[in-house]
């Protein structure tokens, strides 16, 4: 394969590849993979990792989109137990594949979050996901209440993923070097939440709603959804202030607020 000096990346696709020996073992030691694993790669690159992940699993199945990498990939990679397919991962079905996937990346920053939400599409099928990531959108992901990381997406991914980041990467770890900070996360989907909401689609309504003003108080951030007055009665009944403001909320508390404005027959 040509090394990474002979190699050109396409910055509209957002390569920025692996290269330091200490954080690949790193990666490869926290997957924890096993003999019985089917992996799913996404965007294997230059195959930095693939080399390593193949000999340790059952089966791995690496997405490339790049036509130059796809063919290089095929040719080194000739070992029965893997699979190199050229095609854009977000057009990609996942459907026919094992239902008992472990997914890991190192995710073109540009579309981290489409991926993670296909991920969260097809949950049922996946194990766990191990993801290299922006640093910003890590924390995010893994952000507690009353911080300014703290938004919908947080909420969306932690109501069906349970989020670690298990180790930050220094940009000087790729090349090209980007000019962000990376880190490497896990995401274990949730057989079934702590507290299902009943109507999910609600649910998500409200919380993007209550963070598209977040510096206003629930009781106005909510009203052009709801009437003020059942806004005040619920939070009254589940003893909430409705002066707080979104990022003041858990998760939970957003569950129990859909909960009983359902049970009102209120956003039915």
């Known amino acids: 394969m040509k090394n990474t000096s002979a190699f050109f990346p396409k910055k ?9 020996p200490r954080i690949k073992e790193k990666i490869i030691a ?17 195959g930095a990792l693939t080399e390593r992940i193949i000999p340790l699993v059952k089966e791995l199945i690496a997405v490339e989109t790049d036509p130059r990498l796809y063919k290089e990939l ?14 854009d991962f977000l057009k990609f079905p996942l459907r026919n594949l094992s239902p008992h996937l472990k997914v890991i990346g190192n995710l073109p920053y540009y579309i981290s979050t ?6 969260i599409i097809h ?9 290299t990531i922006q640093r910003e ?5 893994t952000a507690n209440i009353d911080s300014k990381e703290y938004g919908a997406f947080t909420c969306f991914v932690q109501y069906y993923m349970d989020v670690q980041i298990l180790f930050k990467i ?54 052009p959804l709801l009437e003020r007055t059942d806004i005040a009665r619920i939070f009254d009944s589940l003893g909430l202030d409705p002066k707080l403001r979104a990022e003041n909320l ?19």
Do not use: W
């Open 170 to 223: 220094k940009n000087t770890a790729f090349r090209p070097i980007p000019k962000v900070q990376s880190c490497f996360l896990k995401l274990t989907p949730h057989r079934q939440p702590a507290l299902p909401a009943d109507n999910e689609e609600f649910l998500f309504k409200i919380i993007r709603q209550a963070f598209q003003q977040r510096r206003k108080t629930l009781l106005n951030s909510l009203s």
């Open 137 to 141: 959108l890590g924390e995010r992901l």
């Open 74 to 87: 095929a040719e080194k990679f000739s070992d029965p137990k893997a699979t190199v397919i050229h095609a």
């Open 123 to 131: 949950r049922e099928q996946i194990t766990a996901l191990f993801i």
């Open 250 to 268: 858990t998760l939970q508390d957003y569950v129990e607020i859909t909960n009983a404005l359902l049970k009102q027959g209120i956003g039915k």
């Open 114 to 119: 489409p991926i993670i939400e296909k991920m």
């Open 30 to 46: 926290a997957c924890e993979f096993q003999p019985t694993d089917t992996v799913l790669e996404i965007g294997p690159g230059q």
């Open 12 to 20: 509209h696709l957002g390569q920025n590849f692996l290269i330091d």
